[in-house]
């Protein structure tokens, strides 16, 4: 029997290292370069070209905008891609190296807590709860790991930071400051941590809360390092009358969450939510609730008698509930914010698949009664299912695209590329905001907005017919004089 459950897992990891292979490679190879990737990468391109860390400004009136605030994406992930760039690698291939390498460094960090937690088949379902996981829905979506956007790089970050934190604290403060560096929002994880910290602190009552202060004070302070230095660099840059507009704008576009006000429920993103799983929502709602419960009644019975090794676990399970409510819920009551689960992505790629994990973990702590084990190993089975058929689904999803592709558009702005170049164009004005943003950074230039007084005299990228000379023709494009 035991050869033969090695022989299922051995059949069962392979399986898992297929489907994430063939979701990554589309993801860096096929999905078409969308238009918040496209203006992420204008930051790498003009470090490179000595402008310093500053966006092409499309949102921000179409200038060299140092320090965008509309650029969310952060510097851990924009920098490394700086890097790639500078060897002369394919613009959209660096871009989306970088973060396909957290992707797998996500998948890696779930491995070791869901082998911590409860051994190697938590592990495997841990892995496989972000392969059942799809946020592509939308207008801003994440279609899969390589996208250049700050999500799963965060996720990832949030991930090993979890894993640190039982014996290097510190390590595990400076790892969430990095993930906010990474992506704003993660900084919702905040409470998640000081939670865990409370769990594995020594003591009751005022003696815990105490010594949780004595281990939290160093990590806290090292979360704030990364934005610290950041922030000094616009200081730096900008001067301090401009740095003060910097935080005026940041602020505003935090409190906007860069949108005007979407009107929508919290049944509404919940609704989203549970669609989000290459299952129908009620199938998604059932391993949801299942994994809840066994991690909460595995949690309440261990909780007074819980051994060393238990207390981690147990850390671990309340820190990915406050975590993963922590990002649902901001998500959920924010009413500027539309039905776009990429929004709370970092908190549930990080902390979904840790719930999970200490649902196989819970099974073992059940009362001995032969009804509540058969009924627990019943019910991490349903999960373990569920995900497993998710993540089926998603691969087979992944593995016939449909759409517009990367291959199009590198057909499509060809001809248009070849003028940009051949005319030593600078700026290109994309008309409007959607599509032809890639297509514009794909030939070359920087990138504008056809309506900004900036752009009056720039040429035009637009899928329309020209209502002024046309200057180069693709393959649905064109590229059209200034009016």
Known sequence: MSRLRTVLFGVAVAALVVGHVVLAWQSLTVARFWEDEAFNLTVPRNLLAGLGYASDGALSGSTITPFDPRISTGPVVLLPVAALLATGMDPVLAARLVPLGFWVLLLAGLAVLGRRIAGRWAALLA??????FTADAGVSPLQGPADLLGEIPAAA??????????RRAWLAGLLVGLAVQAKLIAALALPAFAVALWVL????????????VRRAWLPLLLSAVPTALFELGALLTLGPAGFIEHLRAFVRFVRSGGQTD?????LQKLGTLADSWSLPPAVAVVGAVLALTLATVGVVRRWRTATAEERVVIAYALAAVVGALAFVAWWATASRLPLWVRHPAPGILAFFPVLAAVAVWAVRRLPERRAWRVGGTVAVSMIGVIVATGAVLQVANAASPR???????RADVAPLKAWVAENDVEWVAA???????????????HLGLHDAPSMSEAPRLTLGTCTTATLAEGTTSRLCAAP
């Not at 979407?262 to 919290?266: E, G």
């Not at 759409?403 to 558009?409: D, E, R, V, W, Y």
């Not at 008309?431 to 230039?445: F, R, Y």
């Open 127 to 132: 892995v496989a709860v972000p392969l059942a």
């Open 157 to 166: 970050l949030l991930v090993w930071a979890l894993a640190v934190l039982p």
């Open 201 to 212: 602190a020594d003591g009751h009552g005022w003696a815990r809360l105490r010594d949780t």
């Open 262 to 266: 979407a009107a929508t429920t919290v």
């Open 403 to 409: 759409g517009l592709t990367l291959a199009m558009q």
């Open 431 to 445: 008309e409007p905001w959607g599509w032809a943003v890639p297509l514009v950074v794909l030939t070359g230039a």
